[in-house]
């Protein structure tokens, strides 16, 4: 043996390491609110879960979605105990967010997007949730959702669930480029843009051979094709501009809906992020416009 003060030190490098590492996985498992900030106006989180009305409190529920089936509500997702998800634990709302189901185990009905949130990575989902839990808690009550029979009924979600819906994230495509495989994500994933712009059946699912094709919306207002059958109109900065500004070349502006998410969302992307989508919808094949109702 060597005397104490000959002993290598790699021992304390090693246990110094160890800490850092520790301390870093801590960081990770708790999530990054700062980050999930960014995740949050990504998702479009405050467009579905604020009313639509002046000085409204943001993510404290009330908003209305009108579909077919009957109007849905946007809950509080603000940290209250009562009103909101304040009793929640990380593991409630990865399950929400993963595989649609609420604390006591029944259907959230596919209004909520997760049918596209699912995709979503842990790293995202852990950060969102620790964005959720640092807003301010708000008591405002939720509002029932107001469906017509037998719509209402989530046990009927299940066999939807079976025929249109898959848990789990996006699985990584190694064939992509970074930048179309980040905005492959973004579109399908995160910003759920399928969810109002890929028409759908009379079940209520989407039509995956018309992904991003454009027809009715979830209110039945017509939505674009944001494949390149119409999108090879557009120059990239003539997109880029639209998606950050919300004005068309020629001075208009488009309606409402799109407007509050181009305002909530895709002006508050990352120029990289705002490139890697547009990047992600060029690759797309170019898909007919849907067929006008008469």
Known sequence: MLPNDRQPRHGGVVVFGLVVWMLAATASAQGDAQRGSYIAKAA??????????????AYAGGRALKTPFGTFYGPNITPDPQAGIGRWTEAD??????????????NYFPAFPYPSFTGMTDQDLRDLWAYLRSLPANSRANQPHDLGFPYGWRILVTPWKWMFFTPGPLAADPQLAPAVARGRYLVQALAHCGECH??????GGLRKDRFLAGGK???RKSV?????TRLKKWSDGELKDFLTTGMYSDGDIPAEAMAEVIRNTTSQLTPQDLDAVIAYVRSLPPLPEEPKEK
């Open 44 to 57: 479009g989180c405050v467009g579905c879960h604020t009313e639509a009305k002046e000085g409204a409190p």
């Open 93 to 106: 709302f990865v399950r929400a967010m993963r595989h649609g189901e609420r604390r006591d185990g029944s």
């Open 198 to 203: 890929t028409p759908r059946n009379f079940l």
């Open 217 to 219: 919306g979830p209110d």
């Open 224 to 228: 674009p094709n944001l494949t390149p």
